[in-house]
């Protein structure tokens, strides 16, 4: 019946055709009824990470396996959109989930190479495979993807299968979806991106990991072009918006720190403390905390504290090279030994690693990990001078492995080094005790223990301001004139051992005001005010501020700061004195929404004038700021005056061998609380103390806090009377004819002072016997302090 050759052949591709229909009819019906249900996408639950924020906004960290920001399509930018489409589906919004004619050319590819190595996936088919399938490339899985891909198709919209893919979607940096990839790659959201910026996230679906930026930029960067080119030719985009999104130059986040500010150690706190409440499921369920941190200040806490650190390591001198490798003279080899030297070191906050290529006593040459050769000179190779010059023994040789750090507008590079020494800082609003700033440690990373909560430490002299306090409930007055002479105190008294107590340089003084004591940190002063007011009335007292009893032994030794405090402690208890008498639990959690914005919890602040309990009276606190006030102007944190503000007020602290240094100080509105120390107690050398090491970096973090902030002192309450006082004497100044016209014409140098006192404790008209000869008081014990009024709540 068919006569000539090609009616066997249209015979046989027709016969092929029926048969082939039949099979993938005969197919699509074995598997149609055995697809899963759609339920996953139609009532679609990313797992959405924890994600912790400041008071005003800024992202501080993030919690959970996987990168998440769920966007909904109508907030998609439409350049978005169109990037995706052109990149991997341009006829997305016309096929029923299988383009027809990708498949026949995938088809007709994979027919020549001999396999199934060319995919045709749809938009709605990587979406079938994403949520329900496997990435392997057979037929029978491609069969299924089709058939689930109509399925969805014939169930969802486009637009909603769309907003599926553009969150479900791996790109890399384990990063799910577009929303997350743009704050990973670029560090802001995907409104706030360019075109050229959507390009390079739409190229990256095909092979994340061969098109990630971070990795290989120059292929990422011929990706995105690609996209650009088919984004002109199906007419999203014209010629002129096609050139200039080439030509941009794109600033890809190179950081492992996703957040918007540092605040590891505030984050974790915040995990830790949401973990306990809600167990495994804060890490899918979207939880958003929003911190009382303020970015600003957290910001100038964390240059502070590293500035600070740095400066010491500056002043004890460079300590050498982390380790020394071999520098081959083949220059392939060489680079192979450098990369293997710096592939498993990490960036440390801003000190990167780096391979010494040479070094003399005017330039040191130092490879980056990114291949990068940078420069040292000038005044960047003082502190390094001995080991460029081989003094000593110590050689600074090519092939050493250091630390680098940019520093200045204009970057010059400099040696650095990890440090030994750690710091921390804490910064509180007194008022309600709202953290502001919290700093645990020099980095987060290398070592997580959080010294602001965990780091149990001797005070020192910051104790002192504590034992003054009490002294004022007990009649003593800051003109109160006690013995700064020899003590030895016996092993009962010190608590073990027989005690010869000296002040900081050894020197004495013969008798002096309470209030100079103070301002000069005077130790034998402070260990006689301790004997007169008894040291278990002291370690009672203390007990208002916010400290365990516990942690401080009923010994003399308590004068001089011998028992053991944390930071946040120390912060707390300052805010006692900054606000006028009140004690505030400090907290860290103001609020915690779900995914869906709901409110969960919200914090219940203890307010001045409100909830928080009245721990002392006026009176002391006012008399205790004015006398930490002059600690700032004219004692041991002078220094601090080169901030220019007089509502400052604070005090050092330095413990035996300096093996811890403070400096806790305040205004009215902000309290913050510096600490330096190992974390293995030893000395930190012999010339450190509280106002070498701690006060700078208050200094620097109070300096920014307090910018553009109006001063404001804190007004005398009422009980006070003011009175002209002899300073020789402590007593009562009864001003002649004489004295009144030196007032008028010399002001404040006049012969004479003022001082303040409570009304029931004036000063003497007469000199009588020094404080310290007698311990005992003489005056009748104030009221004891009754525990129920004081508080104690967790940090959060």
Request: aromatic share 8%; no cysteine; net charge positive.
């Amino acid at each position: 019946m068919f006569s000539k050759w090609w009616h066997y052949a249209l015979a046989l591709i027709v016969s092929l055709g029926v048969v082939g229909t039949a099979l993938a009819g005969l197919a699509a019906a074995l598997i149609y009824p055995n697809l899963p249900p759609l339920e996953a996408l139609t009532d679609y639950k990313p797992k959405l990470p924890l994600r912790v924020y400041t008071a005003d906004g800024a992202l501080m960290g993030e919690f959970g396996e996987e990168r998440r920001a769920f966007i909904a399509i109508d907030n998609v930018p439409q350049y978005m959109k169109q990037a995706i489409i052109a990149a991997e589906d341009e006829r997305f919004y016309t096929h029923g989930g299988v383009d027809t004619l990708g498949v026949l050319r995938a088809a007709g590819s994979n027919l020549l190479s001999g396999g199934a190595k060319e995919g045709a996936s749809t938009i709605t088919m990587q979406v079938a495979r994403n949520f329900f399938l496997s990435n392997e490339k057979t037929l029978s899985r491609k069969l299924s993807e089709a058939m689930l891909a109509m399925k969805i198709e014939h169930n969802l919209s486009k637009d909603k299968i769309l907003e599926l893919y553009i969150n479900q979607i791996y790109l890399g940096q384990r990063a799910y979806g577009f929303e997350a990839a743009a704050r990973t790659y670029f560090g802001k959201p995907m409104k706030e991106l360019s075109l050229a910026e959507f390009a390079m996230l739409a190229g990256l679906p095909k092979a994340p990991s061969r098109y990630n930026p971070v990795v290989n930029f120059p292929r990422a960067k011929a990706r995105q072009e690609y996209v650009l080119g088919r984004m002109r030719t199906l007419k999203f985009i014209d010629q002129p918006t096609w050139q200039a999104a080439v030509k941009q130059k794109l600033v890809i986040r190179q950081t492992r720190q996703q957040a918007d500010v540092s605040a590891d150690y505030a984050a974790e706190m915040v995990r830790q403390t949401l973990f306990e409440k809600y167990g495994e499921s804060i890490y899918s369920s979207g939880y958003k905390v929003v911190t009382t941190l303020q970015r600003t200040r957290q910001t100038a806490a964390n240059h502070a504290v590293w500035q600070g650190i740095a400066d010491y390591d500056l002043r004890h001198g460079y300590r050498g090279p982390e380790k020394q490798i071999s520098l081959p003279g083949d220059k392939v080899q060489r680079e192979t030994a450098i990369t293997g030297a710096l592939e498993d070191l990490a960036p440390v906050s801003d000190m990167q690693p780096a391979v010494v290529l040479s070094a003399t006593p005017k330039l040191i040459r130092a490879q980056l990990q990114d291949g990068k050769v940078v420069e040292i000179t000038g005044n960047s190779l003082k502190w390094v001078a001995n080991w460029v010059a081989g003094k000593k023994g110590r050689q600074l040789a090519p092939g050493a492995v250091v630390r680098v750090q940019a520093t200045g507008s204009k970057p010059q590079w400099r040696l650095a080094q990890l440090p030994e020494v750690e710091a921390a800082l804490i910064a509180l609003n007194p008022k309600n005790g709202a953290i502001t700033a919290l700093v645990g440690g020099f980095d987060f990373n290398r070592n997580k223990f959080n010294r602001v909560t965990q780091a149990w430490r001797q005070p020192g002299s910051s104790f002192k301001p504590f034992i003054y306090s009490a002294a004022l409930e007990k009649g003593y007055t800051p003109a109160t004139l006690i013995e700064d002479a020899p003590l030895t105190l016996s092993a009962e008294e010190a608590g073990g051992t027989a005690w010869e107590p000296k002040n900081y340089d050894g020197s004495t003084s013969g008798p002096v005001r309470m209030r100079s004591a103070l301002t000069k940190s005077l130790n034998l002063v402070s260990v006689r005010i301790l004997q007169g007011i008894g040291p278990h009335y002291a370690r009672d007292y203390i007990r208002r501020f916010g400290f365990d009893p516990a942690r401080h032994p009923p010994y003399l030794t308590m004068a001089l700061g011998a028992g053991s405090v944390t930071p946040l402690q120390m912060a707390a208890a300052y805010g006692v004195f900054a606000n006028g008498g009140f004690r505030v639990n400090p907290y860290l959690i103001d609020k915690v929404y779900d995914k869906d914005g709901r409110l969960l919890m919200q914090a219940s602040p203890q307010q001045v004038g409100g909830t928080a309990p009245r721990v002392i009276d006026p009176r002391n606190a006012w008399l205790m700021t004015t006398m930490m006030q002059d600690v700032v102007r004219y004692g041991t944190a002078a220094r601090a005056g080169q901030l220019g503000r007089s509502d400052l007020a604070g005090k050092t602290g330095t413990t035996n061998d300096a093996r811890d240094t403070w400096f806790a100080g305040y205004t009215p509105d902000l309290v913050a609380i510096t600490w330096m120390g190992y974390d293995q107690p030893r000395s930190m050398g012999r010339s450190e103390t509280g106002a070498q090491s701690a006060l700078p970096i208050w200094m620097s973090f109070m300096g920014s806090a307090l910018k553009g902030v109006p001063q404001k002192g804190w007004t005398m309450p009422p009980g006070i009377l003011t009175v002209k006082i002899d300073p020789a004497t402590g007593t009562r100044q009864t001003d002649t004819i004489v004295d009144e016209l030196l007032d008028e014409l010399l002001g404040d140098k006049a012969p004479g002072m003022v001082e303040h006192f409570y009304q029931e404790f004036p000063p003497p008209d007469a000199p009588t016997a020094n404080w310290g000869a007698d311990p005992g008081s003489p005056v009748d014990p104030a009221a004891p302090v009754d525990p129920s009024t004081v508080t104690s709540g967790s940090p959060l």
